[in-house]
């Protein structure tokens, strides 16, 4: 048994992680999830300013500092109607209170994704602090009204092949037509959606019933009916299909899936719309819709991402204040193993159906997710996200599932972010942390180095663009 084998040299394997980032470093960037607002590169105007792009719509830094008791309208962000909290207009003063407020990053990768934007977008390396706010804020603002620093520009610049924005089924998709039209959308495009039905699939979700009878309106179907309702679904899956969707998205609470009949489902959803429905039925219909969906995936083709595990708006006041999204949002528990058994069970060894699965709770990564990926055809691990896409969770994630899973059970990384300039750094980051994953592997004799350089690839390119469909895009 050769000396190195399991033992390694952290000097050898430093080496060798450089060696297999160069590869993954030159490939372009593949964005199947996320929510940069399509508008952006539709328009393709000049960003606001510092302030407006990189602190107020991200949620990661303002929950931050309203744990310190600084309220996010003090950050700019936007409250809701009637609600009386000031808001910052002032784009330099919401800078000089996060760099005031700068060493509450420390050890955080909110502050390494924002420094490595700093000095990898906008070129600017002065250490972030009280003294340093202005001249920060005004070297970005002078780049930020740059002709190659507009989005479309940037675009091109980060090297991403396709970004997928996330709508709902109430979207008209008018704006994927705009950029449909510019060669910049539609199948095969650069800029593609994702169908995203939570918000007329969950009788939890605000406005629910009124937002079925809207899916009614867009798709021209009347959905009083379950039947319509689900015909409804179908006509925005196509609509979204025809816009250069591969994908569909469900943010539910839990991974419960269920089959009831046909009329046990239409019963619950007649009570949803009368306003009758307790938790459990909505629970119930969300589990039950998973394998409706399913079924139209196999018909359509679009994978399916299930987002499950996140208790929604648990900060009450900062959901009343501010709404949705806002960095409210607790992880819990979650069960895998029987909430996808239904799915499983139906159509778990159906080739023609890809389920990505996504976690917040890091204890299923060896006990359920990775045994479930690695025993099931149809279903797919998707990347650390949220509270884990961070170094050491993606590491911790990679030897957590390997083992069972392997690297090709596994869906490639997703940025999952509102902020387009973060998109390079966080892709560049996983693809360090699995060169150097790998590079241990090599190191101790486990791995030869020229599949190590294969394995790099696929994670970062080749896996996500045949998993998601994106084999025909741009």
């Keep these: 048994m050769p000396d190195e084998l399991i033992f390694a040299s952290a000097d050898r394997e430093r ?8 590869v993954a470093a030159q490939l372009p960037l593949i964005c199947p999830h996320g929510h940069v607002d399509p508008a952006l590169l539709a328009e393709d105007q000049p960003f606001g300013d510092p302030a407006q792009l990189l602190v107020v719509p991200d949620h990661y830094v303002t929950r931050m500092l309203l744990s310190q008791g600084i309220p996010p309208g ?55 602090r009280a003294e340093t706010a202005d001249e920060i804020y005004d070297a970005i603002a002078a780049r930020l009204a740059e002709p190659a620093f507009r989005p479309r520009a940037l675009f091109q610049r980060f090297g991403i092949e396709t970004l997928a924005t996330t709508e709902s089924p109430l979207d008209d998709l008018a704006t994927h037509a705009e950029l449909a039209a510019d060669g910049w959308g539609g199948p095969g495009g650069r800029v593609i959606t994702t169908f995203r039905p939570d918000n007329v699939v969950d009788m939890e979700f605000d406005g629910w019933a009124g937002n079925v009878a809207r899916l009614g309106e867009v798709a021209g179907t009347d959905t009083a009916s379950f039947g319509g309702y689900l015909d409804a679904l179908r006509l925005r899956r196509e609509a979204f299909v025809a816009a250069g969707a591969t994908s569909s998205d469900h943010g539910h609470p839990t991974a419960l899936t269920a089959s009831l009949p046909e009329a046990e489902a239409a019963e619950l959803f007649q009570r949803g719309l009368s306003g009758r429905a307790s938790a459990r039925d ?59 058994a239904p799915l499983l069970d ?14 917040l709770d890091e204890d299923t ?45 596994t869906a490639g990384f997703v ?46 390119y080749h896996l996500p663009k045949r998993i998601f469909r994106l084999e025909t895009k741009a």
Aim: proline residues 5%; negative net charge; glycine residues 8%.
């Design 74 to 128: 003090r950050l700019g962000v936007p409250v809701r109607d009637g609600a009386a909290e000031p808001v910052e207009t002032d784009g330099r003063a919401i800078w000089r209170l996060l760099a005031e407020h700068w060493h509450l990053f420390r050890g955080t990768p909110s502050r390494l994704w924002m420094e490595r934007t700093f000095t990898g977008v906008f070129d600017v390396h002065t250490p972030l």
């Design 282 to 340: 909505a629970e119930l219909f969300r589990a039950h819709m998973i394998l409706e969906f399913a079924r139209m995936s196999i018909d359509d083709g679009l994978v399916m991402q299930l987002h499950p595990g996140a208790a929604r708006n648990h900060n009450r006041w900062l959901h009343g204040t501010h709404g949705r999204d806002k960095g409210g949002d607790i992880p819990q528990a979650t069960d895998y193993v029987h909430g996808l």
């Design 15 to 22: 080496d060798i992680a450089r060696e297999l980032h160069a």
């Design 415 to 460: 940025d999952d972010t509102r902020a387009f300039c973060s998109i390079p750094v966080r892709h560049d980051i996983a693809r360090r942390v699995d060169a150097a994953y790998l590079a241990t592997l090599v190191a101790q004799g486990r791995l030869p180095l020229d599949e190590a350089a294969e394995i790099i690839a696929d994670l970062a």
């Design 346 to 359: 139906a159509y778990g060894n159906d080739p023609r159906l890809r389920v990505v699965v996504y976690t």
């Design 365 to 409: 990564f060896t006990r359920e997710l990775a045994p479930l990926a690695g025993g099931y055809a149809a279903l797919y691990l998707g990347a650390p996200w949220w509270f884990l896409d961070t170094p050491d969770g993606l590491r911790r994630f990679r030897e957590a599932v390997t083992d069972s899973a392997g690297f090709y059970n």
